[in-house]
Every structure is written in C-alpha cells, then in structure tokens.
C-alpha cells in the first residue's frame, strides 16, 4: 500500500514553454501532497504544501507564479512550472500523506526536468 | 529551529562490512517523529523507519538497526553486512509540531559498497 506516481518520469522541454507534472496516491487518500525539488547531490528542499480543495502554500523563496500547484482531488496534485528556463532544471518529487496511517509522508518517483 | 544534521557525507565500505549513519537532530518539541529514507540511483526515496519520540526502544528489521538515544539527539542507523544493492543516499527526517508537520530532511549521507 500507500503507493504514489509521478507523471512524467523524464521531461525535456524548450525555454519558455510551460511544463505539467502529475502526482497521484494510487492506493489511498492523500489530503496533503507536498513537492519538492532537489539539485544534484543535494537534499530535497520543500517548494510547497498542497492540501485538497485550497491555495497551497509555498516555502519562503518558492515563486508561486512560476510554480503553479492545483489539489483538485484527494488523489491528484499537479505541478506546473510556467515559461521554463534552463536553471529551472532540476529533479522534482512529490510525496503524499495519509493522515489515517500517520505522519509518514509516501514519495513519488520523482520528475526529472530538463530546459534547454 | 529543527535541525537535521548528517555530518557524513560520503562513506564506502567492503561488501559485507558493517557500516553506521550518524543523525544528530534538534527540535525544541516534545513530541515528534523522526524518520529515514533511502534514495537509490533511480531516485524514488523508500521509506524505511519512523519512530516517534516517546518510543526509544531499538528497532531490528533484518540487517537494518536503529539506535534512538534522546539523551544525544541521535537516531543511528546500522546496516550489518552490507551488500552493493544497499548503495544509496540515506536521509535522515524530522516532523515536529512547530515545522507545521513538514519533513526536515538532513543532506544526506552517500554510501557506497565496493564489492
């Protein structure tokens, strides 16, 4: 259980277009999903918490415009990263809670975006 | 302020070795959680243990220990005869209640295991 995919797995895409990642908690209710982003041979830096039905809320430094965050269902978190630059390159995971089980947070596989 | 810190930063072994993570944390909570995590080369981070703070009993799972000591701030982690599939970068994480239940990663320890 407690299984969490990411969509797309890789994505190349040219500076300026707009990019759309997809995460979704395949085998539970997930009413918070956060995203993170994580440079090579870093940690994971939290970009903002997204919680079903509402604004998410973005880390200190997280460009709420650049990276826009949509919770529509209790399964489903989209991340959009809107006119791409290259230094927007990174690998991004999402992960989901499942607040029945406990605070333990269940990741994707992860994104990994290349602008170029 | 919650800290992780992982002041290991790359360590290799011998197949077959025993090798130990350092996690020291800082919280100013009494209750929390902390957590590890294991990230391959393919990138998707395994969740391996959670222990929350009033439970310091040690954790066996195979050849994977834990050693939570309140008294250091430390939550250890052991891997007994470690094999290559165990190369990874090992996270260690902390959710308390004033970080808004946020994950707090340190930066990670990189282990390789030279066969």
């Known amino acids: 259980g407690a299984v969490v995919s990411q969509h797309p797995s890789r994505v190349i895409c040219k500076s300026g277009t707009s990019v759309k990642i997809e995460c979704r908690s395949l085998?539970?209710?997930?009413?918070?999903m956060f995203w993170y982003r994580q440079f090579p041979k870093q940690s994971l830096m939290l970009m903002a918490t997204?919680?079903?039905?509402?604004?998410?809320?973005?880390e200190q430094g997280v460009e709420k415009d650049k990276f826009l965050i949509n919770h529509a269902s209790l399964t489903l978190s989209t991340l959009t990263v809107t006119s791409a630059h290259p230094e927007d390159s990174s690998f991004y995971i999402c992960?989901?809670?499942?607040?029945?089980?406990?605070?333990?947070?269940?990741f994707g596989p992860g994104t990994r975006l290349t602008v170029t | 302020a919650q800290k992780v810190t992982q002041a290991q930063t790359e360590i290799s072994v011998v197949e077959k070795e025993d090798v130990t993570l350092d996690c020291v944390y800082e919280?100013?909570?009494?209750?929390?959680?902390l957590f590890w995590y294991k990230q391959p080369p393919s990138g998707e981070l395994v969740f391996l243990i959670r222990r929350n703070s009033f439970d310091e009993q040690n954790e066996i799972s195979g050849r994977y220990s834990w050693n939570f000591q309140k008294s250091t701030s430390s939550f250890n982690f052991t891997i007994t005869a470690s094999q290559v599939v165990d190369s990874a970068v090992y996270f260690c994480?902390?959710?308390?209640?004033?970080?808004?239940?946020?994950?707090?990663f340190g930066t990670g320890t990189r282990l390789t295991v030279i066969p």
């Open positions: 085998d539970f209710q997930a009413t918070t």
């Open positions: 994480a902390l959710i308390d209640q004033t970080g808004a239940n946020n994950l707090f």
């Open positions: 992960s989901a809670r499942d607040t029945r089980t406990g605070p333990e947070q269940y």
């Open positions: 997204s919680n079903e039905g509402s604004k998410a809320t973005y």
């Open positions: 919280t100013r909570d009494t209750t929390y959680y």
